[in-house]
């Protein structure tokens, strides 16, 4: 061997014929390092590195070459073991990336500590192998311990070929897709089916050991060994154009590294993860292991029971952002003492598409991080997108940071209950988002929710602090519905500088429809001088029951942006406490407002100390003065009493069950009438029935008439019925439409700026504007308009 070897460097000097370049950190080759040797060779040659480890980045820089340890000679393990390239987390640790040929091979190495190159946009990938636009084989390798912030852990390969031979691909970690080998755009790989290689033990929040786009064949994956005996998805993913699994790749596997387990399975940090986890007297060490043995179906769904402690990276080994897996439920010991951590590094969860019945019960989410720069940010705490019926139970989510969504983003959910859910202390922009494009209606409900001590930087990649954003689509109106249930959001401050107006409190946009009952939403305060707390853009609708809005320190309360054409925004108020009222509404737009009775302008006057500040005081206004209990002739809103518990009748005629206690624990309702606000006053008081007069029938006002700024066109339902309202020149041509819309029954206020449909203002003169009834013509009014 060692003749043949030299016969070799003999034919080197020969510069026509292929060159064996030898690589020998102890200075007895030609170079020291990798990179010098590939930099030296020429396509056809052979660099030749001898045992060592090499803290390097190599790149083949379109040479088509073999890239051999002694291993090649010798086929001896220990070369393999003992001939590694390392990349002190600098970037992927092998380059192959330009056009190299099917001879480009690289044989008997250790590949390990990379963290992935910019292949493509902003993503990170590739963390130990990345191969773009080429030909490769990877022999008699081992690939562990790579980590990237973007897709292929341990191997990305995008529009190339690549052949794989004995090699074990293990411990590797990407955050978003395809922990050990990770395929895209016409990619092909290739498994050598005599000498198998081994894929275990990888994590990613999508495809921990593999995954691929449509855009790729479908494979035979054969090895000796992989994670599991059987794997699914979690394991294995492949995905259409729009993220959905194909399930169109099968499996030749000998052994696996896993046991699943289709039972309910225990972690504490003090156990480990070579137990079986089948009890809490034998628990396995980490969340991530646990997620990557346990299995679940729709008949047998199971639970993962964190006890108390802390999981983390650095105490526990886990592989935040963690990916969902149908039917799972993972429930901590309390709230407050079981907590998972971010350590400002990562955020907790990546939801997949279609997961169905996950369930987050009894934990602390926090020190979550989604500014992750280098690929792009991402949320602080939990992405999902296109999931089933996900239920949070007493949920903590803390000091969590993102310039998109420093807390929870949901989109595309089918339903979300969120029961006992504290945003506490996060940084960025919205701590709770949730969006869709509906094209039946969805409901998602929320039940006490606190919001407190919410702020942002001062860029917009930082976040400016923002609380809740309700997100739908305006061809889709109303479908999206949101239901909060004792909601207090107090204490948040918007770091927002400029001048623009805007909203950063709760905010409604695109055609969504939120419903706050028995809110308090207080002491917010921001930088601008032009922000409000509450806002509704873009056809979108909120309803307030039973709440207070009483933020002092801000210029507006509310804020509503909708220009033409959108259809108009919808508020409708009911016993609520609103600072302001009538004054403190900055609009701009198409906007209808509805009073109900019993609106309130006054100091909340609430507790200010203990353990709920915002609980009422003995003389607050909003004691008893919530909607009322119904009584024969009243209209609704009221509230109606089945068994045991109490339900909310809206105008619209839904009926909401109220929770049965306020955030302290008392009883929602005493003394027949609910109060406003998140807190119920604990003493008795008396009730008085108001019996809500029905209004008049349809009638059309304008006031103030004539008008130069803005004036507001009122009008009265006695039913539901579809509205509209539209503005025509003295000559009979139209030139703005304020509603075309469903409306329940009752009073309605329209605020007009003079703004036609085209967006230009209207000029000096007579205008008519005309109501329309359900397709009929039911009252019009002269307006004039003056400069």
Same mark, same amino acid.
């Given at each position: 061997?060692?003749?043949?070897?030299?016969?070799?460097?003999?034919?080197?000097?020969?510069?026509?014929?292929?060159?064996?370049?030898?690589?020998?950190?102890?200075?007895?080759?030609?170079?020291?390092?990798?990179?010098?040797?590939?930099?030296?060779?020429q396509?056809?040659?052979?660099?030749?590195?001898?045992?060592?480890?090499?803290?390097?980045?190599?790149n083949?820089?379109?040479?088509?070459?073999?890239?051999?340890?002694?291993?090649?000679?010798?086929?001896?393990?220990?070369?393999?073991?003992h001939?590694?390239?390392?990349?002190?987390?600098?970037?992927?640790?092998?380059?192959?990336?330009?056009?190299e040929?099917?001879?480009?091979?690289?044989?008997?190495?250790?590949?390990?500590?990379?963290?992935?190159?910019?292949?493509?946009?902003?993503?990170? &990938? +590739? *963390? @130990? /192998?990345?191969?773009? $636009?080429?030909?490769?084989? =990877?022999? !008699?390798?081992? #690939?562990?311990? %790579?980590?990237?912030?973007? &897709? +292929? *852990? @341990? /191997?990305?390969?995008? $529009?190339?070929?690549?052949? =794989?031979? !004995?090699?074990? #691909?293990?411990? %590797?970690?990407?955050?978003?897709? +395809? *922990? @050990? /080998?990770?395929?895209?755009?016409?990619?092909?790989?290739?498994f050598?089916?005599?000498?198998?290689? %081994?894929?275990?033990?990888?994590?990613?929040?999508?495809?921990?050991?593999?995954?691929?786009?449509?855009?790729?064949?479908?494979?035979?994956?054969?090895?000796?060994?992989?994670?599991?005996?059987?794997?699914?998805?979690?394991?294995?993913?492949?995905?259409?154009?729009?993220?959905?699994?194909?399930?169109?790749?099968?499996?030749?596997?000998?052994?696996?590294?896993?046991?699943?387990a289709?039972?309910?399975?225990?972690?504490?940090?003090?156990?480990?993860?070579?137990?079986?986890?089948?009890?809490?007297?034998?628990?396995?060490?980490?969340?991530?292991?646990?997620?990557?043995?346990?299995?679940?179906?729709?008949?047998?769904?199971?639970t993962?029971?964190?006890?108390?402690?802390t999981?983390?990276?650095?105490?526990?080994?886990?592989?935040?952002?963690?990916?969902?897996?149908?039917?799972?439920?993972?429930?901590?010991?309390?709230?407050?003492?079981?907590?998972?951590?971010?350590?400002?590094?990562?955020?907790?969860?990546?939801?997949?598409?279609?997961?169905?019945?996950?369930?987050?019960?009894?934990?602390?989410?926090?020190?979550?991080?989604?500014?992750?720069?280098?690929?792009?940010?991402?949320?602080?705490?939990?992405?999902?997108?296109d999931?089933?019926?996900?239920?949070?139970?007493?949920?903590?989510?803390?000091?969590?940071?993102?310039?998109?969504?420093?807390?929870?983003?949901?989109?595309?959910?089918?339903?979300?209950?969120?029961?006992?859910?504290?945003?506490?202390?996060?940084?960025?922009?919205?701590?709770?988002?949730?969006?869709?494009?509906?094209?039946?209606?969805?409901?998602?409900?929320?039940?006490?929710?606190l919001?407190?001590?919410?702020t942002?930087?001062?860029?917009?990649?930082?976040?400016?602090?923002?609380?809740?954003?309700?997100?739908?689509?305006?061809?889709?109106?109303?479908?999206?519905?949101?239901?909060?249930?004792?909601?207090?959001?107090?204490?948040?401050?918007?770091?927002?500088?400029?001048?623009?107006?805007?909203?950063?409190?709760?905010?409604?946009?695109?055609?969504?429809?939120?419903?706050?009952?028995?809110?308090t939403?207080?002491?917010?305060?921001?930088?601008?001088?032009?922000?409000?707390?509450?806002?509704?853009?873009?056809?979108?609708?909120?309803?307030?029951?039973?709440?207070?809005?009483?933020?002092?320190?801000?210029?507006?309360?509310?804020?509503?942006?909708?220009?033409?054409?959108?259809d108009?925004c919808?508020?409708n108020?009911?016993?609520?406490?609103?600072?302001?009222?009538?004054?403190?509404?900055?609009?701009?737009?198409?906007?209808?407002?509805?009073?109900?009775?019993?609106?309130?302008?006054?100091?909340?006057?609430?507790?200010?100390?203990?353990?709920?500040?915002?609980?009422?005081?003995?003389?607050?206004?909003?004691?008893?003065?919530?909607?009322?209990?119904?009584?024969?002739?009243?209209?609704?809103?009221?509230?109606?009493?089945?068994?045991?518990?109490?339900?909310?009748?809206?105008?619209?005629?839904?009926?909401?069950?109220?929770?049965?206690?306020?955030?302290?624990g008392?009883?929602?309702?005493?003394?027949?009438?609910?109060?406003?606000?998140?807190?119920?006053?604990?003493?008795?008081?008396?009730?008085?029935?108001?019996?809500?007069?029905?209004?008049?029938?349809?009638?059309?006002?304008?006031?103030?008439?004539?008008?130069?700024?803005?004036?507001?066109?009122?009008?009265?339902?006695?039913?539901?019925?579809?509205?509209?309202?539209?503005?025509?020149?003295?000559?009979?041509?139209?030139?703005?439409?304020?509603?075309?819309?469903?409306?329940?029954?009752?009073?309605?206020?329209?605020n007009?700026?003079?703004?036609?449909?085209?967006?230009?203002?209207?000029?000096?003169?007579?205008?008519?504007?005309?109501?329309?009834?359900?397709?009929?013509?039911?009252?019009?009014?002269?307006?004039?308009?003056?400069?």
């Amino acid at each position: 061997m060692r003749f043949t070897i030299c016969l070799l460097l003999i034919f080197s000097t020969f510069q026509s014929l292929p060159q064996v370049i030898v690589v020998d950190q102890t200075g007895g080759g030609d170079y020291l390092t990798i990179q010098q040797g590939i930099d030296a060779s020429q396509s056809g040659d052979t660099v030749l590195v001898y045992p060592a480890t090499y803290y390097e980045n190599i790149n083949f820089n379109g040479k088509n070459i073999m890239l051999c340890s002694r291993y090649m000679y010798e086929q001896d393990e220990w070369y393999i073991n003992h001939t590694i390239i390392d990349g002190n987390h600098q970037g992927s640790v092998v380059l192959i990336i330009s056009g190299e040929d099917e001879t480009t091979t690289l044989c008997g190495f250790t590949v390990q500590n990379g963290s992935g190159s910019n292949i493509y946009a902003y993503l990170m &990938s +590739g *963390g @130990g /192998i990345a191969l773009k $636009n080429s030909k490769a084989n =990877i022999k !008699n390798c081992i #690939i562990k311990n %790579n980590v990237c912030n973007g &897709s +292929g *852990g @341990g /191997i990305y390969v995008r $529009n190339s070929i690549l052949y =794989i031979s !004995n090699t074990t #691909i293990y411990d %590797n970690y990407a955050i978003r897709t +395809g *922990g @050990g /080998i990770r395929l895209v755009q016409n990619s092909t790989i290739s498994f050598d089916t005599i000498n198998l290689s %081994n894929i275990y033990l990888n994590y990613s929040a999508d495809g921990c050991d593999f995954h691929k786009d449509i855009t790729c064949p479908v494979y035979k994956i054969v090895v000796d060994t992989f994670t599991v005996m059987n794997p699914d998805h979690f394991y294995i993913s492949s995905i259409d154009p729009y993220g959905y699994q194909l399930d169109d790749i099968t499996t030749d596997i000998q052994h696996y590294k896993i046991e699943n387990a289709d039972t309910d399975l225990f972690v504490n940090p003090g156990g480990s993860n070579s137990n079986s986890g089948l009890s809490p007297d034998d628990p396995l060490e980490s969340l991530s292991y646990a997620m990557s043995k346990i299995v679940s179906d729709s008949l047998h769904p199971n639970t993962i029971h964190l006890a108390v402690g802390t999981y983390s990276s650095s105490l526990t080994g886990e592989k935040f952002p963690l990916g969902w897996r149908s039917y799972i439920t993972i429930e901590g010991e309390s709230m407050e003492n079981t907590v998972l951590d971010g350590e400002n590094e990562i955020y907790h969860f990546y939801g997949g598409r279609l997961e169905k019945d996950i369930t987050f019960r009894n934990l602390t989410l926090t020190r979550g991080f989604g500014n992750l720069y280098d690929h792009g940010n991402q949320p602080g705490c939990m992405y999902s997108y296109d999931d089933r019926n996900i239920l949070f139970e007493n949920v903590k989510v803390k000091e969590c940071q993102s310039g998109i969504t420093s807390g929870l983003e949901i989109g595309d959910a089918d339903k979300i209950v969120m029961k006992n859910i504290n945003f506490i202390d996060n940084f960025g922009t919205q701590v709770l988002g949730v969006w869709d494009w509906p094209l039946i209606p969805k409901l998602h409900t929320f039940e006490n929710v606190l919001i407190q001590g919410t702020t942002g930087g001062t860029t917009v990649e930082e976040g400016y602090g923002v609380g809740i954003l309700i997100d739908g689509v305006t061809s889709c109106l109303n479908n999206l519905k949101c239901i909060f249930k004792n909601l207090e959001m107090v204490e948040n401050h918007n770091t927002y500088p400029g001048p623009d107006p805007g909203a950063f409190g709760f905010v409604t946009i695109e055609g969504a429809w939120t419903v706050l009952i028995n809110s308090t939403i207080g002491n917010n305060t921001c930088e601008s001088d032009n922000e409000a707390c509450l806002g509704i853009t873009y056809s979108a609708r909120m309803d307030l029951y039973n709440s207070i809005v009483y933020n002092p320190d801000l210029p507006w309360e509310f804020g509503i942006y909708n220009p033409p054409p959108y259809d108009p925004c919808f508020m409708n108020v009911y016993n609520t406490l609103i600072r302001g009222r009538d004054d403190l509404f900055n609009i701009y737009g198409n906007f209808v407002l509805y009073w109900g009775d019993e609106i309130l302008d006054e100091d909340p006057l609430w507790m200010g100390e203990g353990d709920y500040p915002y609980a009422l005081s003995d003389n607050s206004p909003c004691i008893n003065t919530g909607t009322p209990m119904c009584v024969p002739g009243m209209e609704p809103p009221y509230i109606i009493q089945l068994d045991s518990s109490y339900y909310l009748v809206t105008p619209d005629q839904d009926t909401i069950i109220l929770p049965a206690t306020d955030m302290a624990g008392h009883a929602r309702i005493r003394d027949d009438r609910i109060d406003m606000g998140a807190y119920e006053y604990p003493d008795t008081g008396v009730f008085i029935p108001v019996i809500k007069p029905r209004p008049e029938a349809f009638s059309l006002q304008v006031y103030p008439n004539p008008f130069s700024d803005k004036t507001t066109v009122s009008f009265a339902s006695i039913r539901s019925c579809h509205a509209k309202v539209d503005i025509f020149s003295i000559t009979g041509s139209k030139t703005a439409t304020l509603i075309d819309s469903h409306i329940p029954p009752g009073k309605f206020d329209i605020n007009w700026d003079g703004t036609a449909d085209n967006g230009d203002r209207v000029k000096q003169g007579a205008y008519i504007c005309r109501l329309m009834v359900d397709g009929k013509f039911s009252s019009e009014v002269k307006v004039v308009k003056e400069e």
